[in-house]
């Protein structure tokens, strides 16, 4: 049996992560063996919700507990931490909870209350579980762990510059995490969406080209985690763009991002 760690259930993407690893008899890493339904642990704020991705989880075959404990609150968030380790580390961990925020439709700008709040949950809630995790994995030498970032980790996107640079330091954070824990035998992986049909996506302005279904993103992040994989990007015409504006000259990234429709105030 194979447990898993979820935050962020009862959004698009985490849903179909769970749905995907209930439906797998063991979640498809060395970990796990076949024949025996997965356990997972799903986190969520809302209790509805979570209860009903539980609920059909638990349908497919899955053993399934739920937290609802405040991933701000470090004193909550490390003994709830504590707890999964015992008596050994979670086998995966996706730490998958976000939000988006952006600069509005007349290009004001982002309120600093707004951007706070999504650089605690996108950013520092990712480092403070891998900083608790990474030991406790190092220690067991076992354990995976997934962190989310987001293609617009690669070149900051001027409608949404807080996003950005939470989803850059997370890519940064897991890289890192990465050479640290492998000698280790514990794997990281840092997935870095395009745009995936969600509350978030739909929310954000600017066009979304090569829109995937949560369903489809869940079953690559999930073959990417079983591989162990350092990054896992798609849809591939947008990660290899993305990638381009990272290693060109500035000036010429920030061009193409205006000729793509993504500069200040073309929205
Ligand atoms: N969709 C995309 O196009 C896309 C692209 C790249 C990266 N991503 C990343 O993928 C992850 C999942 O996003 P999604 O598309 O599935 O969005 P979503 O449907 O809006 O789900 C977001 C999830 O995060 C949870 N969350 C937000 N703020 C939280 C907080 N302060 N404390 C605890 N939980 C919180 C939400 O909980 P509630 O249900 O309680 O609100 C929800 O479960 C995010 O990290 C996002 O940045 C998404």
Same mark, same amino acid.
């Given at each position: 049996?194979?447990?898993?760690?979820?935050?962020?259930?009862?959004?698009?993407?985490?849903?179909?992560?769970?749905?995907?690893?209930?439906?797998?008899?063991?979640?498809?890493?060395?970990?796990?063996?076949?024949?025996?339904?997965?356990?997972?642990?799903?986190?969520?704020?809302?209790?509805?919700?979570?209860?009903?991705?539980?609920?059909?989880?638990?349908?497919?075959? *899955?053993? +399934?507990?739920?937290?609802?404990?405040? =991933?701000?609150?470090?004193? #909550?968030?490390? @003994?709830?931490?504590? &707890?999964?380790?015992?008596?050994?580390?979670?086998?995966?961990?996706?730490?998958?909870?976000?939000?988006?925020?952006?600069?509005?439709?007349?290009?004001?700008?982002?309120?600093?209350?707004?951007?706070?709040?999504?650089?605690?949950?996108?950013?520092?809630?990712?480092?403070?579980?891998?900083?608790?995790?990474?030991?406790?994995?190092?220690?067991a030498?076992?354990?995976?762990?997934?962190?989310?970032?987001?293609?617009?980790?690669?070149?900051?996107?001027?409608?949404?510059?807080?996003?950005?640079?939470?989803? *850059?330091? +997370?890519?940064?954070?897991?890289?890192? =995490?990465?050479?640290?824990? #492998?000698?280790? @035998?514990?794997?990281? &992986?840092?997935?870095?969406?395009?745009?995936?049909?969600?509350?978030?996506?739909?929310?954000?302005?600017?066009?979304?080209?090569?829109?995937?279904q949560?369903?489809r993103?869940?079953?690559?992040?999930?073959?990417?985690?079983?591989?162990n994989?350092?990054r896992?990007?798609?849809?591939?015409?947008?990660?290899?763009?993305?990638?381009?504006?990272?290693?060109?000259?500035?000036?010429?990234?920030?061009?193409?991002?205006?000729?793509?429709?993504?500069?200040?105030?073309?929205?």
């Open positions: 049996m194979t447990r898993i760690v979820i935050t962020g259930a009862t959004g698009a993407i985490g849903t179909a992560l769970a749905r995907h690893y209930a439906s797998q008899g063991s979640a498809g890493s060395s970990q796990g063996s076949a024949g025996q339904g997965n356990q997972l642990i799903l986190h969520g704020r809302r209790t509805d919700v979570l209860e009903q991705v539980a609920e059909a989880c638990r349908r497919r075959g *899955a053993s +399934v507990e739920t937290s609802q404990v405040d =991933l701000n609150d470090d004193d #909550a968030l490390f @003994g709830w931490l504590d &707890s999964l380790c015992e008596p050994t580390p979670p086998d995966i961990v996706i730490v998958n909870a976000g939000m988006n925020i952006n600069i509005g439709e007349d290009g004001r700008g982002e309120s600093w209350d707004d951007a706070s709040r999504l650089l605690q949950i996108n950013l520092r809630v990712p480092m403070a579980m891998g900083n608790f995790l990474g030991k406790r994995m190092r220690a030498k076992r354990g995976q762990l997934v962190l989310m970032s987001s293609l617009a980790g690669y070149h900051g996107l001027p409608v949404t510059p807080s996003y950005s640079a939470s989803k *850059a330091g +997370v890519k940064a954070y897991g890289e890192a =995490l990465r050479g640290w824990l #492998a000698p280790h @035998g514990v794997g990281v &992986s840092v997935v870095m969406p395009g745009y995936v049909s969600s509350k978030m996506c739909h929310e954000m302005p600017g066009p979304k080209p090569f829109l995937w949560p369903e993103a869940a079953k690559r992040i999930a073959d990417g985690i079983a591989r994989r350092a896992i990007s798609f849809p591939f015409p947008l990660n290899f763009g993305c990638w381009w504006l990272a290693v060109l000259p500035a000036a010429v990234s920030q061009r193409l991002l205006k000729w793509f429709d993504y500069g200040e105030g073309t929205h």
